[in-house]
């Protein structure tokens, strides 16, 4: 059962455009987001985080959207550059994040072509 | 601050060996967690160890263990070795405890493990 969802294997986007990955989740009990970006052989490196209590989180160029009702979270990417070219991966936990146990998506390679 | 750290970086051990992988969290905090990666199971949640104590359990056999010391260092074991244990194994820490927006949790470069 596979409680966080990522449907797109992969994306390719035009270097300069938006780049949107998509997650959603099953449990009803998540309150925290967290997206990350993943070069092969390397650990993950966070992006950003968003609580349940907010439908919105901006940092730089990536920004994080959440919609509860829906289950699903996005990432957007503006503009993107090719050095964003990685495997990104959506993580969910509970207990507002006051938790190192994250669920983890199975990822979305992106592709930002020069 | 320094990050994650994790070693040794690379190892090969054949089946039926036992292994222990280590991991240094970021100073200060207290929450150190292991992950198996593999190409057909993703990023899979083993343990998390929390001032000393085991806190939360992922779905991994009895043969994967750890521990962590009294500065957050964590150790992992895994006992009688077995091909399907081929993996990146990650640690992460996490301040955890405080407002939601500082609890993020920072990996380290993984420990690349290879049973022959």
């Known amino acids: 059962d596979q409680q966080v969802k990522q449907n797109s294997p992969s994306l390719s986007v035009q270097e300069g455009r938006i780049s949107i990955l998509n997650c959603d989740y099953t449990n009803s009990m998540f309150d925290y987001f967290l997206w990350y970006k993943k070069y092969p052989a390397e650990g993950p490196t966070f992006l950003i985080s968003?609580?349940?209590?907010?439908d919105k989180n901006e940092d730089g160029r990536f920004t994080v959207f959440l919609n509860k009702s829906a289950k699903h979270l996005s990432l957007h990417i503006v503009p993107s550059q090719p050095g964003d070219s990685a495997v990104y991966f959506c993580a969910a936990s509970g207990l507002s994040g006051n938790t190192g146990k994250l669920i983890f998506g199975q990822g979305t390679t992106l592709q930002v072509k020069p | 601050k320094a990050g994650v750290t994790q070693t040794p970086r690379y190892l090969i051990k054949t089946r039926g060996q036992q292994v222990t992988l280590s991991c240094s969290p970021i100073?200060?905090?207290?929450?150190v967690s292991w992950y198996q990666q593999t190409p057909g199971q993703g990023l899979q949640f083993l343990f998390e160890?929390?001032?000393?104590?085991?806190?939360n359990k992922g779905n991994f056999p009895g043969r994967f263990s750890g521990r962590q010391f009294s500065n957050s260092r964590s150790e992992m074991n895994v006992s009688t070795l077995e091909l399907g244990d081929s993996a990146l194994y990650l640690c992460a820490s996490g301040l955890v405890g405080g407002p939601s927006s500082y609890n993020e949790q920072f990996f380290g470069p993984g420990t690349r493990l290879t049973v022959l």
């Open positions: 160890y929390f001032s000393e104590t085991q806190r």
């Open positions: 100073s200060g905090h207290r929450s």
């Open positions: 968003i609580s349940s209590i907010k």
